[in-house]
């Protein structure tokens, strides 16, 4: 369908609907091109899980109107040379000048983040680690829960974590002790 309007008489077989939404959108998105929006540069956030970041950035050159959610989810963000796709979530903020801006924020995978805890420590008796390598204290559960230690050649996340204050957040595993004979 092509979204140019041939007036009421049209031509046979051809749908020209003066309000067609398609049409529109392609229109707006031609209208922010134009303009030269586009997206800043990507600042990173807080961790969301083991190695998964969330990153932001506000689109540049775009005054807000009806349309901020559809000029956020089309678009495109290039980052570390990938297309990246639509925004895991859209919103609108006030910046320190009082004006707003639209923020996407994108959910990126990356081992080589602060995102990437690692655990020392091991205790024989509660097997039991400590977790190192945690950028944001208020999501350190999440941390914990999802990043993945080695034991017995075998990459699991711990049944539990605990908070220890200035001693750190620990992790415990069960394991197979070989060595135990269960009782009948």
């Known amino acids: ?13 051809y749908m020209a609907l003066n309000n067609d939404e ?4 392609q229109e707006r998105m031609k209208q922010r091109e134009a303009a030269g929006v586009t997206w800043g540069v990507p600042q990173p956030g807080q961790c969301l899980q083991y190695a998964i970041q969330d990153y932001s950035t506000t689109l540049l050159h ?4 009806e ?14 040379d990938q297309r990246m ?7 609108i903020i006030r910046n320190v000048h009082n004006v707003l801006q639209v923020v996407g924020h994108w959910h990126i995978a990356d081992h080589s983040s602060e995102c990437t805890p690692y655990w020392i420590s091991i205790s024989n008796e509660m097997v039991s680690a400590r977790l190192w390598n945690i950028k944001d204290s208020k999501q350190w559960d999440i941390m914990c ?5 080695t034991l017995q050649n075998v990459s699991r996340v711990p049944l539990s974590c605990e908070n220890k204050g200035i001693w750190g957040i620990w992790g415990h595993w069960e394991i197979v002790d070989e060595s135990c004979e269960m009782l009948v």
Do not use: H, Q, R
């Not at 369908?1 to 077989?13: A, V, Y």
């Not at 398609?22 to 959108?25: F, K």
């Not at 775009?62 to 109107?65: C, I, M, Q």
């Not at 796709?85 to 859209?90: R, V, Y």
């Open 22 to 25: 398609s049409c529109m959108t």
């Open 85 to 91: 796709k639509t925004p895991n979530k859209c919103e």
């Open 67 to 80: 349309y901020w959610n559809e000029a956020c989810e089309t678009t495109e963000l290039t980052f570390n």
């Open 62 to 65: 775009y005054e807000v109107d």
């Open 145 to 149: 829960n999802t990043a993945p230690l």
């Open 1 to 13: 369908m092509s979204c140019e309007n041939k007036g009421p008489d049209g031509i046979w077989g």
